[in-house]
């Protein structure tokens, strides 16, 4: 049984985290699966991959605040770089040959690239089901009903998928409705839940004695994600704990993100050296583990780390992302409206108003709402549906002699 995912890829680490994440469940769940996914995320050689997977390495594109696509790291212009990427998926699907296409965010691919093997497997292999990922929210609805009407996806979804899968709950956002799908398209969303993140490698006691926490000191843990555009939430946590008093008392670790500037990385390793209550890492392929040991978290607002903190049911600040997508946005604004952390617009975050919300949810750890963690389980039962439909043989006629 085979099953060929395309991971969106143009920013940051949440869409290769979040696919890995499903294809390593895929594989310990249904036996005799193997998964071949295709990214151009520079950090896929920075996970270990289970039995089962493997991927093709795309080249690079990158996705900066204005939302252009761009290459970014090859001397090609980004038609030709579109171009090949295109053709290395197709080549993928015509040697692999899959049972199940599975598609994250776009029906289509960047810049249209999944055309040529969307189109393939529906006039070569019909009976490959092509299922299209989706994150709870996109981007408001205006911009992203625009976006689908000119991409032509919602055509897309009605000829060729067989289903949408969407890690999210309708009480956060019904995807339906906000977005407007003619009902053909509606029926055929399965609401999974969000992403369960499972524990770490490494216990509470391990990470304490790593970084010498002490028994009358609380862990916060700081991270932007991949880190790109982490400075500013950085910069404002190191001015704030200047100002507070008795900070002694916080034990801080700032995972940086690989794709920070490394001028920025470094100016914030050299802040951190006159405070021996601070280290600053890069990145690590266990995060989970420090989110589990953290007394309080201070983040942006990406789906994977939203997952994470809500996974541990940890106290946050959540400072989100709003340029060019609203998606953290109305991620974070829409889950603060249920308690289930603290939000900080960008517009609004200074090192006084971090700070006051960090001591605030260190001191009132609130227990989290009830969320519905069952996005692997539910994605893992679709695609197995869709294995034994396509695997289980017809019934034979029944002959009756007389």
Known sequence: MRLMVYSHDTFGLGNIRRMLA??????????????????????????????????????????GETGEIAVKYLEMNIEDTVRLRSHLILSAAINFQPDIFLVDKKAYGIKDELIPTVRYLHK?????KLVLLLRDILDTPEKTIHEWKKQGYYAAIEKYYESLLVVGTPDILDFRQEYQLPEATAKKVRFCGYIRRPSGNKSKTQIHQELKVQINQKLVLVTPGGGEDGYDLINNYLQGLKILPNSDYIKSLIICGPEMPTEQKQGFEEAAKINPQVQIGEFTDDLMSYVEAADAVVSMGGYNTVCEILSAAKPAVIIPRVKPSQEQLMRCQRMQEKALFKTIHPDNLTPEILMNQLIHVLANPHKVHSVDLEGLPRITHHVRNILVDKFTPPPQPQFVYS
Not at 124 to 128: E, G, H, R
């Open 124 to 128: 070569v292999l019909p009976k490959t």
């Open 22 to 63: 499903i294809c390593e469940h895929l594989v310990q769940e249904i036996p005799g699966l193997s998964i071949l996914l295709l990214s151009g995320s520079p950090m896929l050689q920075g996970f270990r991959l289970p039995k089962g997977l493997d991927y093709i390495k795309l080249p690079c594109l990158n996705r």
